[in-house]
């Protein structure tokens, strides 16, 4: 299987030798890097253009003319990826020598796999790896504490936990995905997640293969935690793995948001009308029997958290 990474870019000069660099000294050699900068105004164009004179024959530099932001920048640079296995890769982050090897084995041993998404390290802005609960913990949180976990429903009804610098997919899955939802609060990666579980096409591995970076500019965070008993509670409680009522209420609001982005997907991609209607009426499922457990466990607080709510407008389909 060949490979192409798909690489955007915005004003990443501070950090993209590092990224660039840990591509290339994979185990496995990247066949082509494909990179879409969407209008940087710093040095990010001058050092891709080094890179590529060095690399000639993988590095495929595009700049946008208008600035695209993240799901439609890795839109485009996702179509114009030529090879089998695609990797997306942000412009801060450092993968592990052999990412593409462990992607490109469980590809060849899971036919049935088009998506894979794994766990990662956390560095800061120095490159300082720090020790933190992440939500890429969750299965292995959640399958100690529930066996009838599924990744598949926390995807499709609860929260993304699968995050587009650790991801990579079939170019044959392509047409199932593009074109990609945009909207305020929808990002490209919940949405190649979202519907690679729908269709049991999804996977997450355990093991750590990039290093996140946290850094001041980035785009997306709120993906880490301090590595103590109360992160651990908070993570259990957000994906319903504690009914307590703070874990219901937690995990009703979840489901409320989800649904929400349901029926944006619903709005804008015509493509999957049938199987997003048939995830909307499940959430709807769930969301009934999860209100009617907290009014039953905790009536009064929960008269009391719904009355809010009206006014709040959370927790309600």
Same mark, same amino acid.
Do not use: H
């Given at each position: 299987?060949?490979?192409?990474?798909?690489?955007?870019?915005?004003?990443?000069?501070?950090?993209?030798?590092?990224?660039?660099?840990?591509?290339?000294?994979?185990?496995?050699?990247?066949?082509?890097i494909i990179v879409c900068d969407d209008g940087s105004t710093d040095f990010t164009i001058s050092i891709l253009n080094s890179y590529r004179?060095?690399?000639?024959?993988?590095? *495929?530099?595009?700049?946008?003319?208008?600035?695209?932001?993240?799901?439609?920048?890795?839109?485009?640079?996702?179509s114009l990826c030529n090879n089998d296995i695609i990797f997306l890769s942000d412009q801060d982050d450092i993968w592990a020598d052999h990412k593409v090897k462990v992607h490109l084995d469980y590809f060849k041993k899971h036919q049935n796999i088009k998506v894979i998404a794994t766990n990662g390290y956390c560095i800061n802005d120095n490159g300082e790896k720090k020790e933190m609960y992440s939500?890429?913990?969750?299965?292995?949180?959640?399958?100690?504490?529930?066996?009838?976990?599924?990744? *598949?429903?926390?995807?499709?009804k609860i929260t993304n936990i699968a995050t587009g610098a650790s991801m990579s997919l079939r170019k044959s899955f392509l047409n199932e995905i593009i074109p990609i939802p945009d909207s305020e609060g929808l990002h490209h990666d919940e949405w190649i997640a979202f519907i690679a579980a729908q269709k049991d096409s999804f996977a997450m591995l355990d093991e750590k293969l990039f290093y996140y970076r946290i850094h001041k500019h980035q785009q997306i965070g709120g993906v880490f935690f301090d590595k103590n008993d109360r992160s651990l509670l908070f993570l259990k409680r957000t994906f319903g793995l504690i009914q307590d009522f703070k874990g219901l209420s937690k995990y009703i609001k979840r489901l409320t948001s989800s649904y929400k982005k349901n029926l944006l997907y619903l709005q804008l991609q015509p493509q999957h009308h049938e199987m997003i209607k048939n995830n909307i009426k499940e959430i709807e499922k769930i969301y009934a029997e999860k209100v009617e457990l907290i009014k039953t466990r905790y009536p009064v607080r929960s008269q009391i958290l719904f009355i809010l709510d009206i006014f709040k407008n959370k927790r309600r389909l």
């Open positions: 299987m060949k490979t192409s990474v798909a690489l955007c870019t915005y004003n990443g000069e501070k950090y993209i030798k590092y990224q660039l660099d840990s591509i290339l000294n994979q185990t496995v050699p990247i066949d082509e004179e060095q690399y000639p024959s993988i590095f *495929k530099i595009y700049t946008n003319e208008n600035n695209l932001r993240s799901v439609k920048n890795f839109e485009k640079a996702i939500f890429w913990d969750l299965p292995v949180i959640a399958n100690s504490t529930d066996k009838n976990f599924s990744i *598949k429903g926390t995807l499709s």
